[in-house]
């Protein structure tokens, strides 16, 4: 972990970050949240906020856009809980509810708000302040809304991130056992 500007990653007792991930500056893991290899998190020029049991995995790269005169708030990064982050996505100043997967490779752009029980397919492009209604797939470069979610998708939405709290106490245990 990282200090920026005196401002230092707040990380809680439960949250797992892995040793080669970078996670610096204002950067928030509620409980049960986990950061796998290689990720790099970089609240320096805004704040990212993780919610409780959202897992980010391998090679996701998550950053901010800068407060300015035009647009005063900048773009932080809020990812709320229960959300899989699949590998190698890039995630940039946008907003996600709750209960959302992400797929393998998606990118998701400044403003884009996506709301609970979304299901974004391997790959999707979020182009800059779309908002993803509840409910749906999104799939394709540039996304297009797919179809309502199945009644077991949406039950796995939950089930990804309780996985991996499992997975991540795992690896926290392996750690304590290492010494
Ligand atoms: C989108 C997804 C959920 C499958 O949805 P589905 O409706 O069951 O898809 P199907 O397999 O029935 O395929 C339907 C069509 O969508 C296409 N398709 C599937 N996944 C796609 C994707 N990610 N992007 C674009 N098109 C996709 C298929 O090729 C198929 O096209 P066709 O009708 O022309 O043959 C799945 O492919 C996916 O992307 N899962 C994400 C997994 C992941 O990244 N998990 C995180 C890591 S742990």
Not at 44 to 73: C, E, F, M, W, Y
Not at 99 to 105: K, S
Request: glycine residues 10%; negative net charge; charged residues 20%.
């Amino acid at each position: 972990m990282n200090t920026y500007k005196g401002v230092s990653p707040t990380v809680h007792s439960t949250a797992y970050i892995h040793e080669s991930s970078v996670v610096a500056g204002d950067v928030t893991l509620d409980a049960d949240s986990s950061i796998w290899p290689l990720v790099a998190a970089r609240g320096d020029v805004n704040v990212i906020k993780l919610g409780k049991r959202t897992n980010i995995q391998d090679g996701t790269v998550l950053h901010v856009t800068r407060k300015s005169s035009a647009n005063p708030d900048g773009f932080p990064l809020i990812i709320g809980d229960d959300v899989t982050v699949g590998h190698k996505c890039m995630l940039h100043g946008c907003t996600l509810g709750n209960r959302i997967l992400v797929g393998m490779g998606a990118i998701i752009m400044d403003g884009a708000v996506v709301q609970d029980d979304v299901f974004i397919g391997a790959g999707t492009l979020v182009p800059p302040n779309k908002v993803l209604e509840s409910g749906y797939l999104y799939v394709g470069n540039p996304m297009q809304k797919k179809r309502p979610l199945t009644d077991s998708e949406v039950k796995f939405l939950k089930q990804s991130a309780d996985n991996y709290v499992e997975l991540k106490n795992d690896y926290i245990n392996e750690r304590l056992n290492a010494g």
